[in-house]
């Protein structure tokens, strides 16, 4: 596969629905790449609707075979894979769907990937890989079912020509956010006024705005572009400076002038809770984030 032809680059991103996902999938349109998403019957495309007329939607039907097509059709330099059933909570019920977005979604993936010569692959990981800080130690099934997924693809960098780069991402918003996450709970609790029941609030949380994530997928895809990756490679992309959740409350309070309703200790930890975060990963070369706590707060809030 030439690197240095004219056409412009290829992507194909799954999970570009999702909040991580579709801001990614828009800052590669933006720069120039020819950018194939892959959903599935049922998504919703709100979140890409601003750009759907500049991106080649594919609709996944869950098969081996309908993986095997879209790559085929999408021809892409580089795989962006962050589709994912990512709740930390789950039910019975969920035990099925969960396996088939982490776990069967990826292998079939990574077969067709090897099936249609498309050999780059940036995975997405996380921190919860490592409950207590160890090598490797699952915070919960969710977390379990991603180092599934990132063994099988060790399958795969060892016994075919594909190369993996995985990010294994922390906490992270920004705007567009309709996830349940942190700084959203803070920020719309601070809009409407409603009591937040939280725990005592001592863990801490590592937490990045969206545009330093995608820098670092951008990133990612440089290291294969300029041939520095290796077969396998695992990045955390990390802010290097986790705060305690009582502070980012604060943080937020400062900045918004705007004192948060919370009800500190109303709801126990949760099971599991990561008091103390993984601090062992390695940081992506030629990565830093440039948005500090304080102005990616200031854009949310005027977003
Ligand atoms: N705190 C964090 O944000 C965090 C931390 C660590 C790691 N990560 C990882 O970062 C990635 C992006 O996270 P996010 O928060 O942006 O996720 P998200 O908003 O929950 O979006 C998940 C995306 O995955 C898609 N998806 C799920 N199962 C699929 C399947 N079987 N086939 C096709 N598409 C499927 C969803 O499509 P639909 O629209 O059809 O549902 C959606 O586009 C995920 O891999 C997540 O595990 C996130």
């Not at 075919?160 to 991402?169: A, G, S």
């Not at 809009?191 to 705005?209: F, H, R, T």
């Not at 309070?253 to 948060?260: C, F």
């Amino acid at each position: 596969m030439s690197l240095n032809r004219k056409e412009p680059r290829r992507a194909l991103v799954t999970g570009a629905t999702g909040f991580v996902g579709s801001h990614l999938a828009r800052r590669l349109v933006d720069n120039g790449w020819c950018v194939h998403v892959l959903v599935r019957h049922p998504s919703n495309l709100a979140s890409i609707r601003k750009f759907e007329d500049r991106v080649t939607v594919h609709r996944h039907d869950g098969s081996t075979e309908g993986m095997f097509d879209i790559v085929k059709a999408a021809r892409p330099d580089i795989v962006f894979h962050l589709a994912a059933f990512s709740s930390v909570r789950y039910e019975p019920s969920d035990i099925v769907p969960m396996m088939q977005s982490n776990v069967i979604f990826g292998a079939q993936l990574a077969e067709a990937m090897i099936r249609h010569e498309a050999f780059r692959l940036i995975n997405t990981g996380t921190y919860s890989q490592h409950f207590e800080n160890k090598p490797y130690s699952p915070s919960c099934l969710y977390a379990a079912t991603k180092q599934a997924f990132e063994d099988i693809l060790t399958y795969y960098t060892e016994a075919t020509p594909l190369q993996v780069i995985t990010l294994k991402l922390f906490d992270n918003y920004g705007p567009d956010d309709p996830r349940p996450k942190i700084l959203n709970l803070l920020h719309r609790s601070a809009k409407e006024n409603k009591p937040l029941a939280m725990s005592p609030g001592e863990q801490y949380i590592d937490i990045l705005y969206i545009d330093d994530i995608i820098d670092a997928y951008e990133v990612s895809a440089e290291r294969f572009f300029s041939g520095r990756a290796e077969k396998s490679e695992v990045y955390a992309v990390s802010s290097g400076t986790p705060i305690k959740l009582k502070d980012l409350a604060k943080t937020y309070e400062t900045v918004s002038g705007r004192k948060l309703p919370i009800q500190w200790g109303a709801r126990p930890y949760r099971e599991r809770e990561a008091m103390i975060l993984w601090d062992q990963g390695k940081p992506l070369p030629g990565w830093v984030a440039k948005t500090t706590l304080e102005e990616g707060i200031r854009k949310l809030i005027h977003s």
